[in-house]
């Protein structure tokens, strides 16, 4: 069954970008060891993300200079950007530009994901729409030991414990890796 999940990082506070929509924090921390994000990434069939994400990704990983990184990244996985703008793609690269509610756009992004997992990459806002409409059913968080003053929040909507459900808690290096399941809600 194809399950909707949001798969990040945060502070220990809750913020998955500084106020710059810098992820310069997470990267000073020592990464987990490898394996966990591999055995992730095989099980999901498509990507989703918000238009700041998409351009974070570009521009950090040069993409537009060397659009062969994104198979390298992503493998042949379709990408929804969700966006208000026409954006760069690089070439080769399957990127879906979308507008508006999520509710329309998803039977297009579970038809894509060809029954596998769908990866909300970010923001947090993107998530909370995806929450909002009855649509996530995971959240995989890797919370970082580190405490921002300000930034993007991890989701910026109130989300009661009634919703949640912790299903695991594991040490991966120095992050703490929750995984929640979500109550379906109806909307």
Do not use: C
């Not at 810098?22 to 095989?42: I, K, N, Q, T």
């Not at 989300?159 to 995984?179: H, I, K, P």
């Amino acid at each position: 069954m194809t399950r909707v999940i949001f798969y990040t990082a945060s502070t220990l506070n809750g913020f998955i970008a500084d106020e710059h929509n810098s992820l310069d924090w997470l990267f000073a921390v020592e990464p987990p060891p490898p394996g966990h994000y591999e055995r992730f990434l095989d099980s999901v069939g498509v990507l989703v993300e918000g238009s700041t994400t998409y351009e974070w990704v570009l521009a950090f990983e040069h993409l537009l200079d060397d659009p062969s990184k994104w198979r390298t990244l992503y493998g042949e996985r379709p990408t929804f950007v969700f966006t208000s703008r026409d954006l760069p793609v690089p070439e080769g690269a399957d990127v879906r530009l979308v507008s508006g509610d999520v509710r329309p756009v998803f039977p297009r992004i579970l038809e894509a994901a060809g029954g596998r997992d769908i990866w909300i990459v970010g923001g947090g806002d993107l998530a909370g729409q995806f929450l909002a409409a009855g649509l996530l059913d995971e959240l995989q968080v890797a919370v970082a030991p580190v405490a921002l003053t300000a930034g993007a929040p991890l989701l910026p909507l109130r989300v009661e414990s009634d919703r949640l459900t912790l299903r695991s808690a594991e040490q991966q290096g120095q992050f703490a890796v929750l995984v929640y399941d979500f109550a379906r809600k109806d909307t």
